[in-house]
């Protein structure tokens, strides 16, 4: 069941975030940042770590997990370090994926040769 939820979960945020995009003037761009931003919230309320119990890792694919692993570290980092800490967090638990992002990007940038 657990496999379906996660399923359902990841097909969910694909299907409104195509209709967002097929009914409004909004660009991927902005539907993603909506999504990071809903992540986000819905972590500093403890709901998307519900979200995360109720479904596994169906909730920590799709780009809302990437807000909700900034606040999460965010607000680990913030009880421990103060202000200071609010930086270190964010960038605590998405370093890896980052640095990924960042990595590979520059790799097809040196392989691949943009259509203008």
Known sequence: MLLINSFLFCGFICMMSQI???????????ITSMLVVIGAFL???????KIIKLVGGGALV????????LAHGAILKT???????LLMGM???T???????????????????PRN
């Open 20 to 30: 967002i995009l097929d009914n409004t003037k909004l660009t991927p761009g902005h």
């Open 43 to 49: 972590d500093s309320f403890n709901i998307y770590d």
């Open 62 to 69: 799709p780009i809302t997990s990437f807000g909700h692993s």
């Open 79 to 85: 009880n421990q370090y103060g202000l200071v800490g």
């Open 91 to 93: 960038f605590d638990l």
């Open 95 to 113: 370093a890896s994926g980052i640095t990924a992002a960042i990595i590979f990007s520059f790799i097809f940038t040196l392989i691949f040769k």
